[in-house]
């Protein structure tokens, strides 16, 4: 433990009183990575950042099957509803449009990426990043269709 807050890596963490009675005088604690208590499920908020991508930039369009070379990026949050659409930089590349679209979608702090299909390099470096992959059976869903699925299945 630092004297920043933070443990091994840099991880921030949270203090958990595991025990604490009338009757002791010790109160026992343990600081615990946040990413520890998010896997554990001990936040009880499913509060998550959800990456969709677009063919256009509202939210009646038509998801985008490509990942790395998709149009657009929808960032859907599911604590505030709110809903941005960031123009895809990679779409033009020549090469790895995939390796850096994920590192624009892992910059936005999402948990899940909703798309028509992931490349080996991408799937490899968002399990690296413990993002779920999600691939709808219907790939002519808009964008609006997909986040009323999505969070009626979060219900």
């Given at each position: 433990?630092t004297?920043n807050g933070?443990?091994?890596?840099?991880?921030?963490?949270i203090?958990?009183?595991?025990?604490?009675?009338?009757k002791?005088?010790?109160?026992?604690?343990?600081?615990l990575p946040i990413?520890?208590l998010?896997?554990k499920?001990?936040?009880?908020?499913?509060?998550?950042?959800?990456?969709?991508?677009?063919?256009g930039?509202?939210p009646?369009?038509?998801?985008?099957?490509?990942?790395g070379r998709c149009?657009y990026f929808v960032?859907?949050?599911?604590?505030?509803?709110?809903?941005e659409f960031?123009?895809?930089?990679?779409?033009?590349a020549?090469?790895?449009?995939?390796?850096a679209?994920?590192?624009l979608?892992?910059s936005k702090g999402?948990?899940?990426?909703?798309?028509?299909e992931?490349?080996n390099?991408?799937?490899?470096?968002?399990?690296s990043l413990?993002?779920q992959?999600?691939?709808p059976?219907?790939?002519?869903?808009?964008?609006?269709?997909i986040?009323?699925?999505?969070?009626?299945?979060?219900?």
């Amino acid at each position: 433990m630092t004297a920043n807050g933070t443990i091994a890596g840099n991880a921030p963490v949270i203090l958990i009183i595991l025990r604490k009675t009338k009757k002791q005088s010790l109160v026992r604690f343990a600081f615990l990575p946040i990413s520890h208590l998010v896997k554990k499920k001990l936040f009880k908020n499913n509060i998550m950042k959800i990456a969709i991508t677009s063919s256009g930039n509202s939210p009646d369009s038509v998801m985008d099957s490509r990942f790395g070379r998709c149009m657009y990026f929808v960032f859907y949050d599911t604590k505030t509803g709110a809903m941005e659409f960031v123009p895809n930089p990679n779409k033009d590349a020549i090469e790895g449009a995939g390796p850096a679209s994920v590192q624009l979608v892992a910059s936005k702090g999402v948990d899940k990426v909703i798309s028509g299909e992931f490349g080996n390099k991408v799937k490899a470096l968002f399990d690296s990043l413990k993002v779920q992959l999600i691939i709808p059976e219907n790939p002519s869903l808009t964008i609006n269709q997909i986040v009323d699925k999505f969070v009626k299945q979060q219900k």
